[in-house]
T-cell receptor
Framework: SQQGEEDPQALSIQEGENATMNCSYKTSINNLQWYRQNSGRGLVHLILIRSNEREKHSGRLRVTLDTSKKSSSLLITASRAADTASYFCATDHGSGNTGKLIFGQGTTLQVKP | ETGVTQSPTHLIKTRGQQVTLRCSSQSGHNTVSWYQQALGQGPQFIFQYYREEENGRGNFPPRFSGLQFPNYSSELNVNALELDDSALYLC?????????????FGEGSRLTVL
């Protein structure tokens, strides 16, 4: 069963605006990851944050993790039309990096030019 | 480009048939995981192979089985296909038990069961 919950399910913004997606999970994690998927294609890893980290940056991406609330957010700044895709959070609940991930249902982001 | 290749990209089967999907891992990766993604859903973990042994399984019945070969390529076999098996099947390779935790996905095999 899928443990991650993401919101919103869909998000539509204008180019240049920021996009924020949220993810919640139920049990303790080793790490939380965000992936991107263009329509019907494979997933691409964006960023990984470990359970002892609170914030991480990669280019225009900023991820936060609040383990007390069992939640994470992904912020994409200065969005571009090419950012249009589905975004999934995925949690690893094993001891160490197991690679056995539980994915959320995803947020579909549309960036209008 | 992740270096993970899957075949076939699309296939159509009828209920009750059997299917084999193939995956070639990224060079140097010792672990392969398979995920099923139904339309509009997130991927669900099927199982993982490490050094040719099954290393964990999700909530999937035994008619879903797999193999990993010495060159780390892998197969997913599904017997007695059901309509609900229609989905995108994703293979992901990784270096678990190392410091990295991310998965490298192929483009998937889209299976339609009629």
């Amino acid at each position: 069963s899928q443990q991650g919950e993401e919101d919103p399910q869909a998000l539509s913004i204008q180019e240049g605006e920021n996009a924020t997606m949220n993810c919640s999970y139920k049990t303790s994690i080793n790490n939380l990851q965000w992936y991107r998927q263009n329509s019907g294609r494979g997933l691409v890893h964006l960023i990984l944050i470990r359970s002892n980290e609170r914030e991480k940056h990669s280019g225009r991406l900023r991820v936060t993790l609040d383990t007390s609330k069992k939640s994470s957010s992904l912020l994409i700044t200065a969005s571009r039309a090419a950012d249009t895709a589905s975004y999934f959070c995925a949690t690893d609940h094993g001891s160490g990096n197991t690679g056995k991930l539980i994915f959320g249902q995803g947020t579909t982001l549309q960036v209008k030019p | 480009e992740t270096g993970v290749t899957q075949s076939p990209t699309h296939l159509i089967k009828t209920r009750g048939q059997q299917v084999t999907l193939r995956c070639s891992s990224q060079s140097g990766h010792n672990t392969v995981s398979w995920y099923q993604q139904a339309l509009g859903q997130g991927p669900q973990f099927i199982f993982q192979y490490y050094r040719e042994e099954e290393n964990g399984r999700g909530n999937f019945p035994p008619r879903f089985s797999g193999l990993q070969f010495p060159n780390y390529s892998s197969e997913l076999n599904v017997n007695a296909l059901e309509l609900d098996d229609s989905a995108l099947y994703l293979c992901a390779s990784s270096l678990v038990r190392q410091n990295t935790g991310e998965l490298f996905f192929g483009e998937g095999s889209r299976l339609t069961v009629l």
